[in-house]
């Protein structure tokens, strides 16, 4: 039975094989996924089986969204006695036209058993059509891809664990930012206070006080901060409501990028900017994992 999808992470990629035997074949289901914007599912399909490939193809759909999406399918007939059938009123008209051939031009040499086999039709494929067969090829495809389906699941796993890490990181940075950027604007008077004084200009005290307070305006960054974390916490929103995540969070991590672009064209404290140089190699990290989410 097909496993059932739950509401978790997956990831885009993933790798599963599933074979069996019927009768005197041996088939073999290759399926992978890996990163694309949208579904794509591409089937390669021996010809008899290539009644399969729309039901094949909406089961995939049923359970993929996102990702480039390949399925190959191999069959093999199995080498032991009685492991192919010839096609004896199709090798006897190739007999005698081969005859007739060698009467009207006697210079063309004997054609090989070997040759006179690879004409289609020859070998008979007779049991590939079986609906017994296409029957066996559809449950091991259905096996694979459930397969598929838990090794996305399993990274997907993996991927979140690694988003959750990244955004605690930014949590913290964010409440070391806020009592930093508070202090900043006092800190902003004093220099400025010292540098008068080494220069020795007399000046308003309120005019300066004013001219800190502009100053302290263009540089302020909580509102940046503040929207930081509630894209951080929509973030961990996303990652708890049922599937597919990819484009949502996506989404989230370009605005939580423009937030620190943002904070780091504001900010004139060194320890400030430190801390929004990290959170943007924190940000750049979620992206890259986000880029492998369906």
């Not at 009685?82 to 040499?109: K, M, T, W, Y």
């Amino acid at each position: 039975m097909l496993w059932d999808r739950i509401a978790t992470m997956q990831s885009m990629t993933a790798f599963a094989r599933a074979q069996g035997d019927h009768a005197r074949f041996h088939l073999v289901w290759e399926l992978r996924t890996v990163n694309h914007r949208y579904l794509e599912t591409q089937f390669r399909l021996p010809d008899a089986f290539r009644a399969l490939e729309q039901s094949l193809r909406d089961t995939a759909r049923t359970h993929l969204k996102r990702g480039k999406f390949d399925a190959v399918l191999r069959y093999d007939r199995a080498l032991r006695e009685g492991a192919f059938d010839i096609n004896r009123s199709l090798l006897l008209q190739l007999l005698a036209s081969l005859e007739q051939v060698r009467r009207d031009a006697p210079e063309i040499g004997a054609v090989s058993p070997l040759e006179l086999m690879k004409w289609p039709g020859v070998l008979m494929d007779a049991h590939a059509e079986d609906e017994a067969l296409l029957q066996q090829a559809n449950e091991l495809f259905e096996a694979a891809l459930g397969e598929l389906l838990q090794h996305r699941q399993r990274e997907g796993s993996a991927i979140r664990s690694t988003i959750v890490e990244r955004l605690d990181a930014i949590d913290a940075h964010l409440d070391a930012l806020r009592p930093l950027t508070a202090q900043a604007n006092q800190d902003l008077l004093v220099k400025l206070r010292q540098r008068v004084a080494e220069l020795g200009v007399d000046i308003d005290p309120l005019r300066l006080e004013q001219e800190v307070a502009l100053l302290a305006q263009r540089g302020d960054v909580a509102e940046e901060l503040d929207r930081l974390g509630i894209h951080v916490e929509e973030f961990r929103s996303a990652m708890r409501a049922g599937g597919p995540h990819g484009r949502r969070l996506d989404f989230l991590t370009q605005e939580m990028n423009r937030e620190t672009n943002t904070l780091g064209a504001k900010s004139a404290n060194a320890e400030i900017s430190q801390r929004v140089v990290d959170l943007k190699v924190i940000v750049e990290q979620i992206r890259e994992q986000v880029q492998n989410v369906e």
